[in-house]
Structure formats: structure tokens, C-alpha cells
T-cell receptor, first 116, second 109 residues
């Protein structure tokens, strides 16, 4: 089954304790991206990747890191989490650029992160 | 900044057609317009996309104006399960993408 898998789905952590949210897709997609969703602010892009070893900042990259060493995986790293990073996070992937004819985005189920 | 403009909220009676408008005046010639919806806090779900011509699939129809600066998503016979937030995306001109706040559609029994 074609899917985007995120882990963990729920996490409560404390300020400063490094954490990684994993994202994996099984569709051989080139484009992958991370979003955070906060009440009243919609889905804001954190980072995106056009292909292996190619990543770039979205609108809200501060406090986050990513890597794309393999095509299928795109982990989101919070080196020193802070309470303002408490949010609902989504990973998404598409075959090609999101604005192309083959740009349908497939989303993971979301990861709800709470930083105390 | 979101490059699309949508109404914040809309209501539609169950069984009627729901028409959701979107302005995407900055869209470039080869950019597709995509529509997604999000039910509660689930991941957004693809609905439909188009470039110039009107499109229809099993979920919805998409009407794009000739100048491509706006479009309308049509749910022909809305059901309670269509209650969701609907996002129109397009007009960014690069690989960045932010969804904005979309239109909250409520289907009324």
C-alpha cells in the first residue's frame, strides 16, 4: 500500500532534549516536505527536499534540521526543542514538484509533539 | 505568505452543490492548481488538480477561469462527510509551499 509513515505519532518531551521525527515513503517520490500546523495558522512549510542530498528552507525553518540521505526517508530533527515547537507535524511526499501534473502530495497521519 | 485567497468559512445544505472559490492571481503559466481537504486533524487529502481546462473526477469538479487567476471547486452533492477545511494551492512560483488557512466548509443537515 502506498503510504507516508511518520513516527512517533504522539510525543511529550522536555525543553532541550533532542528528538527526531521520522518520515518514510514507499512510492519512490522525489519531493518530500515537512509542515507544522498550529491553530489559526494553517499548514506552514518547515523544510522541503527535491531529491537525495537536496534540501531547502521553507517558511518556518528556525529550530529544525532535516536530512535526505536516502530517497525514501526525510527525518525532522529538533536539536534543542522549545515550548514554541509544540505543534502538529505533517510529512508529505510527491512524485515530482508539487505544482506539476504529477505533484499530488501524499501526507502522513501526523505527529503531535508537546514540549514542556 | 499564502499566494491564494479563499473565504474563511462557508455553509452548504446537505445534498446541494458546494461551490468553493479561490483566487490565485500570481499563478504562472505552467503551474497546476491543486485542491486538498483536511478532516479534523488528519493529514490533508488530495481532491483534484488542473491547469487550464475544467476537470472532473469521482470526488469533485474544478472550474478554472480562462485567465487562470481563479478557480472553483464543486462538490456536486455535499454530504455530512464533506465537512472539512479545503485548501487551494498555486501561484508560488517555486518549490516552497504553504497551505494557508483554507475554507472551513460546514455541511448542514
Amino acid at each position: 500500500e502506498a503510504q507516508v509513515t511518520q513516527n512517533p505519532r504522539y510525543l511529550i518531551t522536555v525543553t532541550g532534549k533532542k528528538l527526531t521525527v521520522t518520515c518514510s515513503q514507499n512510492m519512490n517520490h522525489e519531493y518530500m516536505s515537512w509542515y507544522r500546523q498550529d491553530p489559526g495558522l494553517g499548514l506552514r512549510q518547515i523544510y522541503y527536499s527535491m531529491n537525495v542530498e537536496v534540501t531547502d528552507k521553507g517558511d518556518v525553518p528556525e529550530g529544525y534540521k532535516v536530512s535526505r540521505k536516502e530517497k525514501r526517508n526525510f527525518p525532522l530533527i529538533l536539536e534543542s526543542p522549545s515550548p514554541n515547537q509544540t505543534s502538529l507535524y505533517f510529512c508529505a511526499s510527491s512524485l515530482n514538484s508539487w505544482s506539476s501534473n504529477t505533484g499530488e502530495l501524499f501526507f502522513g497521519e501526523g505527529s503531535r509533539l508537546t514540549v514542556l | 505568505d499564502a499566494k491564494t485567497t479563499q473565504p474563511t468559512s462557508m455553509d452548504c445544505a446537505e445534498g446541494r452543490a458546494a461551490n468553493l472559490p479561490c483566487n490565485h492571481s500570481t499563478i504562472s503559466g505552467n503551474e497546476y492548481v491543486y485542491w486538498y481537504r483536511q478532516i479534523h486533524s488528519q493529514g490533508p487529502q488530495y481532491i483534484i488538480h488542473g491547469l487550464k481546462n475544467n476537470e472532473t473526477n469521482e470526488m469533485a469538479s474544478l472550474i478554472i477561469t480562462e485567465d487562470r487567476k481563479s478557480s472553483t471547486l464543486i462538490l456536486p452533492h455535499a454530504t455530512l462527510r464533506d465537512t472539512a477545511v479545503y485548501y487551494c494551492i498555486g501561484g508560488f512560483g517555486n518549490e516552497k509551499l504553504t497551505f494557508g488557512t483554507g475554507t472551513r466548509l460546514t455541511i448542514i443537515p
